[in-house]
């Protein structure tokens, strides 16, 4: 880290890409190649770990006896390694692994070796050593190698868990919102309380919590609202909805 940059910035090893962004394949095995396998001890900087801002609005509307109450709120901005898609990936059992192309080659993993048949979405780069920068981890060498569409086979469990061997595809945006609560409250009338009852006045609440949540990760596998300003996450308890009744009595 330099001087002058943020104290919260999130960095760590990489997948190897040219410079167009295409991810770069190890020809012999089909795994992506990350900046380790090459030596390299160059970190990306995938962003900051506190949101750039926070939010929320709360308001009450009311109609003669009825009152209705919600709160939403949210945060922009930051990211968090989600380590719950790093985990279900590595043990084989994230949805993700089971669909499109992954999903089609993954009967075959039982096949063993000779019947893989997963190809991964990459390049190879061949006709020498690839080279990397040590600070930003960038090909210095690109032109110089030969750029082909990757064709190694390999078992859709080999490449998952490749996948799920460093943070780099795992780190995703902390952005959310959440509808928090709402509550639909009628208050009985007065004159339903005599003037010799011990009660003034009374309420009736219909109550919800954590009733939507938005959140634009393909998969919403965590509840980054318990990770505001944590750069990482873990094996969290998912928040639930939950319901509820109040009555209140004024003595």
């Known amino acids: 880290m330099h001087t002058g940059t943020r104290t919260d910035l999130v960095y760590d090893n990489a997948f190897v890409r040219t410079s167009d962004g295409k991810m770069v394949i190890d020809q012999s095995s089909g795994l992506l190649l990350r900046y380790s396998d090459l030596g390299v001890n160059a970190k990306k900087v995938f962003g900051h770990s506190d949101p750039d801002w926070q939010w929320g609005i709360t308001n009450t509307f009311g109609y003669k006896n009825f ?13 968090v390694h989600d380590y719950v898609r790093q985990k279900s990936l590595q043990g084989g059992r994230h949805i993700e692994s089971t669909q499109g192309k992954l999903g089609v080659a ?6 063993g070796s000779g019947g893989f048949s997963y190809v991964g979405d990459g390049v190879n780069l061949t006709g020498g050593n690839i080279q990397l920068d040590p600070i930003t981890g960038k090909i210095t060498n690109e032109k110089e190698l030969t750029v082909s569409q990757n064709t190694t086979k390999t078992s859709v469990q080999q490449y998952v868990t490749r996948m799920a061997s460093i943070h780099d595809l795992d780190n995703i945006k902390k952005t959310y919102a959440k509808l928090r609560e709402v509550t639909l409250t009628y208050r009985l009338p007065s004159n339903l309380f005599g003037s010799r009852s011990v009660f003034q006045n009374a309420s009736l609440s219909v109550v919800g919590r954590n009733l939507l949540y938005f959140f634009p990760n393909r998969y919403k596998d965590m509840d980054v609202d318990q990770y505001t300003q944590d750069s990482g996450s873990g094996l969290q308890t998912p928040t639930t909805r939950s319901y509820g009744v109040n009555l209140n009595i004024t003595f």
């Open 67 to 79: 009152s209705f109450r919600f709160r939403f709120d949210g945060m922009v901005g930051g990211v």
């Open 106 to 111: 993954r009967p075959d993993d039982a096949k």
